[in-house]
């Protein structure tokens, strides 16, 4: 979906955001959605940590 947008699609989100949110606001709420992101992807990884611990286990287990 995204990837679908372009670079002058992206452009009018931005100028559409500035317009909404100001200038001061805009540095606060894109730091919010980068510390969003970043636990997003922390957790995600986590889980999929996890998941691959278990399926080594069971891996394990079948060979004895």
Request: aromatic residues 4%.
């Amino acid at each position: 979906m995204l990837s679908n947008i372009g670079v002058p699609g992206l452009i009018l989100i931005l100028v559409i955001a500035l317009v909404i949110f100001g200038p001061k606001k805009l540095p606060e709420i894109g730091r919010a959605f980068g510390e969003t992101l970043r636990e997003f992807k922390k957790s995600t990884k986590g889980l999929r940590d996890e998941v691959l611990e278990e399926l080594d286990e069971k891996k394990e287990t079948r060979k004895s």
